[in-house]
């Protein structure tokens, strides 16, 4: 289904019709709960999801000797390495190999050993960037191939957009309590009595 077609049947199920641009907002919003909620303890069902920008610029941050790639797009957050960023490659996709990692493991790493061996260049997010660490070749690469989730609202509206089967009437319910300003309530069952 295209974005425009499902933010059209999202607005004739609602009982106020809402801006077009708020609308896709709160999509969005009820998008990355679906996403999270069905894939959180799996994140390896997310390919279809997921889109490829090509010839994104690796630039140098003097400053803070940093090697970096900006964001081609809004990404969701998922609680994993990489965050939406499913993969980064060279052009080719072959010979240099990047990992995805969690930001404060590059300063664990300074000035030991293992930053300093062969392997796959580490990447995380930071400062709402794509950061390398650098060792593996990464001064010798101008532009990277990333494989992305973007945000629902980043996505254009001829695009395709593909839920997790069965999350339509959540995602409607969600949108309807953002849409009256009901708190959603959690819907998640894991047998916790301390879960809120």
Known sequence: MKKIEFIESIQDRLPTKLHEKTLAIYIGRAWNTVIYETFRKNFSGLDIYTKTYEN?????????????????????????????????????????????????????????????????????IMNGRIEYGTT?????????????????????????VYFPVGSDERILEIVTNFAIGAIPGKEINDDNDKTP
């Open 56 to 124: 994104v610029p690796v630039s140098y941050d003097a400053d803070i000797d940093v090697y970096y790639s900006e964001l081609p797009v809004p990404i969701i957050q998922l609680p994993i390495a990489g965050d939406g960023i499913r993969s980064v490659h060279s052009m080719k996709g072959k010979g240099i190999e990047f990992a995805g990692i969690r930001a404060e493991m590059q300063d664990i790493h300074s000035g030991l050993e293992v930053g300093t061996l062969d392997g796959p260049i580490p990447f995380y």
């Open 136 to 160: 593996g070749g990464i001064d010798t690469i101008s532009a990277v191939r990333i494989r992305a989730i973007p945000q629902f609202e980043a996505l254009g509206m001829f695009d395709e």
